[in-house]
């Protein structure tokens, strides 16, 4: 919380909330071009982040972003290079999914902390500002060209008057992830298209385990994913989906109740149990929202979301950070252009309505693709899991 007067802030080609890989991503681009960008991120330093499987068609923009060092994609991935998925979802036996027939070949699992970090530390290196702060509101002033004031609550600030700290800004970018700060405080409202909750669980084995595969379980009251991590020692992720209203949803955010639904995996338990894994126990079992959802306008005059902020995807596709790192590199070439464009407030910006149009383009295909692999499922007809599904 804020209080006394504000402190005034800097004026800024681009703010950008949110400095996930998204919001890296348009910063990045956008200092590239030599924009003064601002970065926003609440998050200093975040303890746990879901998603840190890379599909081969996001390889390429993942070196791209983190440049051509081989240091940061060994920090970041430890050389960890993933091979395909392995899943029993449609039926009871194993169904490989071979990432070598792709153009890059493997995908790749990282550290997802020490990933974010190397983005920001590139989007620093490009020139833009990073700083931690809260965005808490922002007006559209239209005179002439138009400017927004971007009211964030910093640290900074706080110290040195314990007040909020107004930033000036031409555009302004929405990369807070599933929360679409910037969007929802411009009114415009968030679309879930489902209640889908992930709960996490961190296994540790001393024997080794070379496995490349994500592992994908399909199960009566929801389904699983289990990655091997990054680094020496065995360790893997074990995540449960379910919605979050359902009974299974209750039971998994306890490590009593996730062992006993996981008692009923035919895959990933004995997989576990045979590679001598164990819970960790120093962490208890996480809970973050899954769902699919939308903002239901992607942007507007002078302003675009970007990431997850503007589309958010179930992590059965596997397309988070790739869709993320993709919008991030799309918006920042819109807004470079629409920059450079320099319209009158009230006149059509013709590169923003190009980004929203591809924008739904986009979702419409998600949207399609999601329909197509949960039609897929069709041994557990009973459960509500998935006969919502069905119903879609
Ligand atoms: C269970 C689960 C598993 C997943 N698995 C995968 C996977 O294997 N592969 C994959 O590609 N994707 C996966 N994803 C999705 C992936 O993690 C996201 O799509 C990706 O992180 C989106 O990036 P982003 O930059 O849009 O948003 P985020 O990574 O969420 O970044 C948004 C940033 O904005 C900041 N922020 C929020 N509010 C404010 C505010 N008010 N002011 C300032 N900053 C703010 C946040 O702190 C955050 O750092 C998974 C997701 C879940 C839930």
Redesign the pocket.
């Known amino acids: 919380m804020t209080s006394g007067a504000p402190v005034a802030g800097a004026s800024w080609d681009v703010v950008v ?7 890296c991503a348009v910063a990045i681009t956008l200092a590239g071009f030599g924009w003064r960008v601002l970065l ?4 200093a330093a ?1 303890r746990f ?7 081969p068609g ?1 390889v390429g923009l993942v070196r791209q972003f983190l440049g051509p060092s081989a240091d940061v994609l060994d920090r970041v991935a430890a050389g960890f290079r993933t091979a395909g998925n392995v899943s029993l979802w449609a039926g009871a036996q194993p169904d490989t999914t071979d990432f070598f027939y792709t153009p890059a070949g493997h995908g790749l699992c990282v550290d997802r902390l020490a990933f ?1 970090q190397a983005l920001r530390d590139r989007a620093t290196a490009a020139g833009a500002t990073l700083v931690g ?3 808490v509101s922002c007006v559209r002033q239209v005179d002439g060209l138009s400017r927004w004031r971007v009211t964030l609550d910093q640290a900074q600030a706080q110290a040195q008057a314990g007040g909020a700290c107004v930033h000036q800004a031409r555009f302004l970018v929405d ?5 679409a ?1 910037v969007g929802r405080a411009l009114g415009v409202a968030c679309q879930p298209l489902d209640g889908l909750f ?1 709960y ?1 669980q961190w296994y540790d084995s001393a024997m080794p385990d070379q496995d490349v595969y994500t592992r994908i379980e399909s199960g009566p009251l929801g389904w699983w994913y289990s ?1 091997r991590l990054p680094g020496a020692a065995a360790r893997r992720l074990l ?1 449960f ?1 379910t919605d979050h209203d359902l009974p299974a949803a209750r039971q998994a955010a306890h490590q009593a109740g996730f062992d006993a639904l996981l008692q009923a995996s035919t895959h990933l338990r004995p997989l576990l149990r045979d590679k001598g894994y164990a819970a960790d126990g120093s962490r208890p079992v996480r809970g ?3 769902g699919s959802q939308r903002l239901q306008a992607f942007g507007g005059p002078d302003w675009l979301a ?4 503007a589309q ?2 179930d ?1 059965l596709s ?7 790192l993709d919008s991030g590199s799309e918006a920042g070439h819109q807004v470079h252009y629409q920059l450079q464009a320099a319209v009158p407030a009230g006149r059509p910006q013709s590169q923003v309505q190009q980004y929203l149009d591809g924008q739904a383009l986009r979702w419409d295909r998600y949207v399609l693709q999601r329909n197509f692999y949960y039609a897929q499922q069709d041994r557990w007809r009973e459960g509500a899991f998935w006969q919502r599904r069905r119903g879609d």
Do not use: C, M, T
Not at 17 to 23: E, F, L, Q, S
Not at 175 to 179: H, N, Q
Not at 318 to 324: E, L, M, N, R
């Open positions: 909330v949110g400095a996930g890989p998204a919001g926003v991120e609440a998050r975040p982040k879901l998603g840190e499987s890379i599909a996001a974010d702060g809260r965005f990369a807070s992830g599933r929360v700060v992930a996490a990655n995540v989906h973050a929202p899954a970007a990431g997850d902020a958010a995807y992590p596997s397309q988070g950070i790739w869709k993320a």
